[in-house]
């Protein structure tokens, strides 16, 4: 098995800090889920087992909170990640023009990843920005009224 240089020492020992720092970790455990996928990028099952045994939890309970909320992942996103949301207001303005568009341009699929780990597709329900419809969001940056043209100039922001 490769080793993942993404799962570090170093991101543990952080992560076990931040969850010792809580005063009580009762009823926590989306709240460390967040805090792992920001610090590793993803819940891998390492992951999972880490935060079960810090919270006292079992693996399967931990394990069906990160698959249920679609907004945990367990695989590796690349380095900048293109949501499109696919909410009722985007779509009827042509999100999934756009979306196609996306993965025609990065030869991905929704969840994948591009082999260069550069860039990954998710897509989301709502992203409360319905005026700005349809919205697509790279990383923090949002982008409003995009439509399937302007997709090679917003990826090209981030070549």
Same mark, same amino acid.
């Given at each position: 098995?490769?080793?993942? &240089?993404?799962? $570090? /020492?170093? +991101? ?8 010792? !720092?809580?005063?009580? @970790? +009762?009823? /926590?455990?989306?709240? %460390? ?13 390492? %992951? ?10 079992? &693996?399967?309970?931990?394990?069906? %909170?990160?698959?249920?909320?679609? =907004?945990? $992942?367990?695989?590796? +996103? ?5 949501? *499109?949301?696919?909410?009722? !207001?985007? =779509? %009827? ?15 991905? /699929? *929704?969840?994948? &990843? @591009? ?6 597709? $998710?897509?989301?329900?709502? *992203?409360? !920005?319905?005026?700005? !419809?349809?919205?697509?969001? *790279? ?7 995009? &439509? ?10 981030? +070549?």
């Amino acid at each position: 098995m490769a080793v993942n &240089t993404a799962l $570090t /020492e170093e +991101k543990f020992q952080e992560l076990e800090q931040y969850i010792d !720092a809580m005063p009580s @970790t +009762k009823g /926590e455990l989306i709240r %460390v889920l967040h805090k792992a996928q920001d610090i590793f990028g993803y819940l891998p099952q390492e %992951v999972q087992k880490f935060v079960g045994k810090q919270l006292n939890l079992s &693996t399967a309970k931990v394990f069906g %909170v990160v698959s249920f909320y679609s =907004y945990f $992942t367990m695989v590796p +996103k690349g380095e900048f990640d293109v949501a *499109v949301c696919m909410g009722t !207001a985007c =779509y %009827v303005r042509g999100a999934d023009e756009v979306l196609d568009e996306l993965k025609k341009e990065l030869d991905i /699929e *929704v969840g994948e &990843t @591009t082999p260069d780990g550069k860039f990954s597709i $998710t897509s989301l329900r709502c *992203v409360g !920005a319905c005026g700005l !419809a349809p919205v697509v969001m *790279v990383g923090e940056k949002v982008y409003g009224r995009v &439509t399937k043209d302007m997709v090679k100039d917003i990826l090209a922001e981030y +070549k």
